[in-house]
């Protein structure tokens, strides 16, 4: 076996992105019709707004726009997390970001898995955050027993897909029928089951501690929770939800509506009650769980660290004066105070460029490329950009956000719970579980603009940029 048989991770990874949505549509009908309403809306966006098809033309977003999703999953043990990351690794996926969720009463930590290089983001952005259950958080042993007896009998991935991983680690990669084996059997783990691991007066138990526990302890395997499209529009989704069947959460999380938006805006409809099993009982005892919800989000620039503080601070600010969490009772008020606060943050991309708040991509323009061997010409890159020899565009985000990332808990466990365990970041923890550390993502965001610069000066014929 030569690596030119081996498919690329890329492509391994699109396929196994495309028969996720197909089992999700299957699973879950409502999300088929929400991909409808984004399609929709995409098509809407870009006819009405050319200057958003433009940009989206510039960076190669527009290509990949229609297969734009991510996931969710909850994991239970190391084990689980360390296997995770092995198989999502074949896809090309690393670990990028440490999450911690604990603040926002929810007993997780988490990281996303995606790919980290431009032009593999380009064949396929699929994500899925991922969340480590964190059984230390507790505080009744009898139950922590419990769960951590449950979980350590169960194995979430099938023989067949922890051989093909072997495998691919040993040779270094995967042939064509051996991809599309990994991906089918890949996908098992992620599958929703309907009869529960354990009896109903156990889920019960777990229940009354955690909602979220029960959900991680009492399947064969980590479901997938949801499956989020991208939308060029938000604002029109919100609205437009309803219309369809569809019952949004109160709030939009993440910055105000913007001309120029930045990191990620999301907004999601309630988890469905779904029909299950419990181990001691039959299909037709009603026991129910609630899990799987739908989720859209919007995507903006992302911000450098200096841009995500005026961020951060700017949240806060609106949180406080809201002087509570945002829910249905003061939702309007919440997004009124909110497009008060981000007020100032600059909404227009030269501005933002030059005082450094986000990450960048620049193009040599056509007019760029004409003059590339002439004697006289601007080279500094502000003086390419003033006179059009560069053209430049916000980098995406394609990250996750841990207050939005609260936010969509909360709305999807209930309003009510609250937040009891305090502050409890711990990375390293987390890495160990996962047997390698996370990326910094700012990091990636700085390579990927440093190497269109890079590219540019090339093109340009310049020494540096
Ligand atoms: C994950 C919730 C967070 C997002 O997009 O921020 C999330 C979960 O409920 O498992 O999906
Ligand atoms: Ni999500």
Redesign the pocket.
């Known amino acids: 076996m030569t690596a030119q048989d081996f498919v690329s991770p890329d492509s391994i990874r699109a396929q196994f992105s495309a028969a996720m949505s197909q089992m999700y549509k299957q699973e879950v009908p409502l999300y088929g019709t929400l991909l409808e309403l984004v399609s929709e809306t995409n098509h809407q966006v870009m006819q009405q707004l050319p200057e958003i098809a433009e940009a989206l033309r510039w960076t190669g977003e527009i290509e990949r726009l229609d297969q734009e999703r ?1 996931g ?3 994991v239970g043990t190391a084990e689980e997390l360390a296997t995770i990351g092995r198989l999502f690794a074949v896809m090309g996926m690393q670990p990028v970001g440490y999450y911690d969720l604990s603040p926002a009463g929810v007993p ?1 930590h ?1 990281t996303a898995f995606r790919a980290v290089h431009e032009q593999s983001l380009h064949i396929s952005p699929f994500r899925v ?1 991922t ?1 480590l259950l964190r059984l230390e958080l507790i505080d009744n042993p009898q139950l922590r027993e419990l769960a951590r007896g449950i979980l350590a009998k169960r194995q979430i991935f099938t023989p067949r897909a922890l051989s093909l991983i072997e495998q691919f680690e040993r040779d270094g990669g995967l042939n064509d029928v051996d991809a599309r084996e990994f991906v089918e059997q890949a996908l098992h783990t992620f599958r929703w089951h309907n009869t529960a691991t354990v009896t109903a007066e156990q889920y019960r138990q777990l229940h009354d501690q955690h909602r979220l526990i029960a959900d991680v302890v009492a399947f064969k395997g980590p479901h997938i ?2 499956l ?1 499209p991208r939308t060029l529009d938000i604002d029109a989704i919100q609205v437009g939800m309803p219309a369809k069947g569809i019952p949004p959460k109160a709030v939009i ?1 993440g910055p105000p509506r913007r001309r120029c938006p930045i990191l ?1 805006r ?1 907004t999601s409809f309630k988890a469905l009650q779904e029909q299950v099993a419990f181990s001691d009982q039959d299909a037709t005892a009603g026991g129910s769980h609630t899990a799987r ?1 739908g ?1 859209i ?1 919007q995507r903006g620039a992302a911000l450098t660290p200096k841009g995500r503080a005026l961020y951060d601070r700017l949240l806060d600010a609106t949180r406080e004066s809201l002087g509570g969490v945002p829910a249905e009772a003061n939702a309007e008020r919440y997004m009124c105070l909110l497009a008060e606060q981000f007020q100032a943050f600059p909404d227009d991309l030269g501005q933002m460029r030059q005082q450094g708040l986000a990450y960048f991509r620049y193009f040599p323009t056509e007019k760029g490329m004409a003059a590339r061997d002439a004697a006289q010409r601007p080279s500094s890159l502000d003086a390419l950009i003033d006179a059009g020899h560069i053209h430049f565009e916000a980098l995406v985000y394609e990250d ?2 841990p207050v ?3 936010g ?2 909360q709305s ?1 466990l209930g309003d009510d719970s609250h937040s009891q365990y305090g502050s409890n970041a711990n990375r390293e923890a987390f890495e160990q579980a996962l047997g390698k550390s996370v990326q910094d993502e700012l990091a990636l965001y700085a390579q990927s603009e440093r190497r269109s610069l890079q590219a540019c000066a090339e093109a340009l014929n310049l020494a540096s940029l």
């Open positions: 991510h969710a999953i909850r997780v988490s955050f969340s929770n949801h989020t999380e990620l999301q919800f989720e989000e996750f956000l939005s990332a609260a969509i808990f999807n």
